[in-house]
């Protein structure tokens, strides 16, 4: 008789290997040039059997981008229970919130090339909203944290809330991202990734500050 145990064991083993591997080659070299056989081969593992645990590389792509999302969200979390982030005022937590963009791009450039290439790939693969279901839940950990700020802001008053939250999480946020995710793809200035852009990054983060602090 097997033992399912060890099989359970051994399965988790490869799939967390096929992820690793497949997001270290996709953001190394972007996806779209990675083959699966590649990525087999990173694993020390034979092309049939990726193709069982993920039958299409697009598959293979949302895993890997929920691995990492999810990831990060869980160390976002424990950073907010270890800075009592509930306690904080809206302003406070506005401030700590914008600081996570900052940590992308010092400490997860390659999950910035990743996620920004993964958007591109979905798109041009065709991905459905039912494939793409489980990365939106896993990204959801940044929005559910400004929607919390938000209402917070609208009690104390420390942050100005004229705007919809959906216009200002887009004039926050987002350009928040985008601008990190260039800097990380050395696409500004200098053209050149390995240039510190932190204090560039850190400036936009005083603007919106200055925009919406009260």
């Known amino acids: 008789m097997r033992n399912l145990e060890k099989d359970e064991i051994e399965m988790t083993s490869k799939r967390e290997t096929m992820l690793a591997e497949g997001f270290r080659l996709f953001a190394e070299k ?10 087999a081969d990173a694993c020390r593992l034979g092309i049939a059997t990726l193709y069982r645990y993920y039958n299409t590389k ?13 990831d990060y969200g869980e160390y976002v979390n424990e950073q907010r ?14 401030d700590f919130y914008l600081d996570f963009y900052i940590d992308l791009y010092r400490n997860h450039k390659d999950m910035l090339r990743f996620n920004q290439d993964f958007n591109n790939y979905v798109q041009h693969e065709g991905a459905t909203a039912e494939q793409l279901l489980p990365y ?5 950990v940044f929005a559910g944290m400004f929607s919390e700020l938000f209402e917070k802001g609208k009690k ?37 990734n390995e240039v510190d852009m932190t204090n560039e990054i850190m400036l936009v983060k005083r603007m919106i500050l200055n925009e919406f602090v009260v």
């Open 136 to 140: 939106m839940e896993s990204i959801n």
């Open 30 to 39: 972007g996806i779209e040039p990675v083959t699966m056989q590649e990525v």
């Open 81 to 94: 229970k270890q800075r009592r982030a509930d306690e904080m005022t809206a302003a406070r937590e506005l």
């Open 58 to 70: 697009l598959a293979l792509v949302i895993a890997i981008g929920v691995r990492q999302w999810k």
């Open 156 to 192: 104390d008053g420390t942050i100005r809330t004229a705007l919809p939250k959906e216009k200002m999480f887009a004039a926050t946020s987002h350009i928040m991202l985008a601008v990190a995710v260039r800097y990380a793809q050395g696409l500004l200035l200098s053209g050149d």
